[in-house]
């Protein structure tokens, strides 16, 4: 299988900042015939099921507010709130779909206010 | 609208076995690729069990194989999932999901509400 290893666990950030989550996955997700990341991010509020925000590595889902964007490539990715917001206050998780036998997710990153 | 409905949950002793199912609606379920992702009482997600579109190409966590069944039944739009020997490990909000397109591995665009399992020692 491959691993998702998500960091920070918890991080408190100002109404405003920046919030950066990272995700690394213990093998290359990139896909090279087609150069495309199989890894997506989940917000996930409490009671609730997760949301897609992100896929193929940084490709916003219809809806999600332009703060959220992801990068990277490879094995290393980046989700980042450029302004957090109240309503941001959630657990995140990455995800790759590389691999159809296993679809693994990150431990999850919760995001609270400072 | 796409909506996924899970239902079945519910208490069982360890050793039981339960079959939760998932109404889908709003999209052309046979096109799809599904998936059971489970999430247990304070912890993160574990993706359980996945089943394309045509129901040819089914895949299983570790800690699941052997003892849950996936399927999908096109005429009534809906996914099982099959659980047998159940463990207490097995105690979690278990969430259907749609994945986001057909042909290739996606990510999971759509998911229900959940439907809870308990397993009691």
């Known amino acids: 299988d491959i691993v998702m290893t998500q960091s920070p666990d918890s991080l408190a950030v100002s109404l405003g900042e920046r919030a950066t989550i990272n995700c690394k996955c213990s093998?290359?997700?990139?896909?090279?015939?087609?150069?495309?990341?199989?890894l997506a991010w989940y917000q996930q509020k409490a009671g609730q099921p997760p949301r897609l925000l992100i896929y193929w590595a940084s490709t916003r889902e219809s809806g999600v507010p332009d703060r959220f964007s992801g990068s990277g490539s490879g094995t290393d990715f980046t989700l980042t709130i450029s302004s957090l917001q109240a309503e941001d206050v959630a657990i995140y998780y990455c995800?790759?779909?590389?691999?159809?036998?296993?679809?693994?997710f990150g431990q999850g990153t919760k995001v609270e206010i400072k | 609208e796409v909506q996924l409905l899970e239902s079945g949950g519910g208490l069982v002793r360890r050793g039981g076995s339960l079959r939760l199912s998932c109404a889908a609606s709003?999209?052309?379920?046979?096109?799809?690729?599904m998936s059971w992702v489970r999430q247990a009482p304070g912890k993160g997600l574990e993706w359980v069990s996945g089943i394309s579109g045509a129901g040819g190409a089914i895949y299983y966590a570790d800690s699941v194989k052997g003892r849950f069944i996936i399927s999908r039944d096109t005429s009534t739009n809906t996914l099982y999932l099959e659980m047998y020997s159940l463990r207490a490990e097995d105690t979690a909000v278990y969430y259907c999901?749609?994945?986001?397109?057909?042909?290739?591995?996606?990510?999971?665009?759509?998911w229900g509400q959940g439907t809870m399992v308990t397993v009691s020692s």
């Open positions: 999901s749609r994945e986001g397109g057909y042909g290739d591995s996606y990510h999971f665009d759509y």
């Open positions: 709003g999209f052309i379920f046979s096109t799809y690729a």
């Open positions: 995800q790759q779909y590389y691999r159809h036998s296993s679809k693994t």
């Open positions: 093998q290359s997700v990139l896909y090279s015939s087609n150069s495309k990341n199989y």
